[in-house]
C-alpha cells in the first residue's frame, strides 16, 4: 500500500498527521526546519512511494519536494481541500489582509446565537480535519483562509465567500502586490453564486489596475457605528454578511456593543492614571496601524517587525499619534515621520521610555506593522510580552 508525505511539520502538518493515524495509514514527513523521527523520515527515494502529498500553508510553489512529486504525478492536496473531498458541510470561506480570525470568530458566535450549527476551522489554527466527524451535524463550517492557503489550493466548494480587505502584506513571500492580490481572489473562484461573493475595502492602487472582480457584493457602505473595539469598515461587513441568514443590523450592533475585541488586536488591556495602554500586536502590516491610528487620542504608538516587503509609502497615520517609538535599524523608513519619531536600543530602554512619558498622552498604543519573528515566536509572544512589560513597570 503506498503511504501519504506531509509537507511541513507545523500545526496543519501535525493536525494532518493525526487524521493519518486515525485511519491507520502509511505516511512520511518533510520538513526543512524540524527534526523528524527516523521512520517517517522522507528520503527522495522514497517518492516513488507516496500517493498523496498533504501541503502545509507556507511551503513555497517552487519547493523541491513540490517540484519532485509533480514530476512523479503524485496527487497534490491540502488539508482543506481533502476536507471538502470527505464532508458535504456547507462551508464560508474568510480571507483578507486584516481582521480574519476576529471575523471567523464573531461570525461562529453570532450564527449559533441565532440557532445555527456552526464551528470554525483553517488558519485560525485547527486543521478543519479535525472537526471530520462534528461536520455532519453542522449547518455551516467557516474557514479562516490565508493567502498562503489558498495559493496552494485549487479546487475547493463554498458556499459563501468573504474577502474583508486587500492591502498589501505578505510582499517578501508572494514577491508581489499583484501576486498576494491574486491569490486572495481565488476564494471567488470557488463560490458559484454571485451573490454569496462579499468583497470589501481595497488598497487604492488595486482600482487602477483592473484586477478587482465584477460579479461580487462590494461593500460600499460603511458607516459610523461607533464602537470602541471595533472598527466601521469591519462592522459592516458584519452586518452585510449577517443580512443573508436574517440576523439584522441592529442585532448584530448589539452583540459586537457587549462583545469585547479579541487577544492582541486593538485589546485594550490596562488603565493607568486615565491612560489608556492597547495591545494590537496582531496588527503585522501598516493599513492596520492606520486603521487603529484613527481610533485613538493623543496617542504614544510603539511600532515593530519585519516589514515583509510593504512599501512605507502606504503609512498614512492620524494627526492624534504625537510620538512613535521604533526599534534602532528598523526595516521602514519613517523619514515622512521624522519629526515624532524616536528610537529605542533595547526593550529595557522601551520600558524607561513608556514609564517616563506616558502620562504626556491619553493612549499607549502598541500597533506593530510589521511581523513578530525578529525578537518573538509570533505575534500572540509579543502581545504578551508588551503586556507583561506594561503591568509589571507602569505605576
Not at 512511494?49 to 503524485?74: W, Y
Not at 488595486?206 to 457602505?221: A, I, M, T, Y
Not at 488586536?265 to 489608556?276: Q, S
Request: proline letters at 2%.
Amino acid at each position: 500500500m503506498k503511504s501519504s508525505l506531509i509537507l511541513g511539520y507545523g500545526s496543519t502538518g501535525q493536525d494532518i498527521e493525526k487524521y493519518l493515524l486515525s485511519k491507520k495509514e502509511k505516511y512520511f514527513i518533510y520538513d526543512d526546519n524540524k527534526t523528524i523521527p527516523q521512520d517517517l523520515n522522507f528520503r527522495l527515494e522514497d517518492i516513488t512511494n507516496v500517493e498523496t502529498l498533504f501541503v502545509s500553508p507556507g511551503i513555497r510553489k517552487n519547493h523541491k519536494i513540490l517540484n519532485l512529486a509533480e514530476e512523479n504525478k503524485v496527487k497534490i492536496t491540502t488539508d482543506v481541500e481533502f476536507f471538502n473531498e470527505i464532508s458535504n458541510v456547507k462551508i464560508i470561506g474568510v480571507t483578507g489582509t486584516n481582521g480574519k480570525t476576529s471575523f471567523v470568530t464573531l461570525l461562529n458566535k453570532l450564527l449559533n446565537k441565532y440557532g445555527f450549527k456552526s464551528n470554525v476551522a483553517g488558519n485560525i489554527g485547527i486543521s478543519p480535519l479535525n472537526l471530520i466527524e462534528e461536520s455532519d451535524y453542522l449547518d455551516f463550517l467557516i474557514l479562516e483562509l490565508s493567502s498562503f492557503q489558498l495559493k496552494h489550493i485549487n479546487e475547493l466548494n463554498l458556499d459563501t465567500s468573504i474577502v474583508l480587505n486587500l492591502y498589501e502584506d505578505h510582499i517578501d513571500w508572494h514577491e508581489s502586490f499583484e501576486d498576494y492580490v491574486s491569490s486572495k481572489l481565488k476564494i471567488f473562484e470557488f463560490t458559484s453564486n454571485n451573490k454569496n461573493k462579499y468583497l470589501g475595502s481595497v488598497d487604492d492602487g488595486l482600482k487602477n489596475k483592473n484586477l478587482l472582480p465584477k460579479n461580487v457584493n462590494l461593500l460600499e457602505d460603511i458607516g459610523e457605528h461607533l464602537l470602541p473595539n471595533y472598527f466601521d469598515e469591519f462592522v459592516s461587513m458584519l452586518i452585510t454578511v449577517c443580512k443573508r441568514f436574517e440576523i439584522s443590523k441592529k442585532e448584530v450592533v448589539d452583540f459586537l456593543s457587549s462583545e469585547s475585541s479579541g487577544e492582541h488586536r486593538f485589546e485594550l488591556f490596562f488603565i493607568k492614571n486615565g491612560v489608556e495602554f492597547i495591545n494590537d500586536s496582531k496588527s503585522t502590516n501598516l493599513e492596520s496601524v492606520n486603521k487603529a491610528s484613527f481610533k485613538v487620542n493623543n496617542c504614544l504608538l510603539i511600532m515593530h517587525g519585519l516589514s515583509k516587503g510593504i512599501s512605507t509609502k502606504k503609512l498614512k497615520l492620524s494627526d492624534e499619534i504625537k510620538k512613535i517609538l521604533v526599534p534602532k535599524n528598523f526595516e521602514f523608513d519613517l523619514t515622512s515621520y521624522k519629526n515624532i519619531v524616536r528610537e529605542y536600543e533595547s526593550f529595557d530602554e522601551l520600558k524607561l521610555l513608556i514609564q517616563n512619558e506616558y502620562k504626556t498622552y491619553d493612549t499607549v498604543l502598541f500597533s506593530c506593522g510589521g511581523s513578530s519573528f525578529n525578537d518573538f515566536d509570533d505575534y500572540i509572544d509579543r502581545g504578551n510580552f508588551f503586556k507583561n512589560m506594561i503591568k509589571g513597570e507602569i505605576t
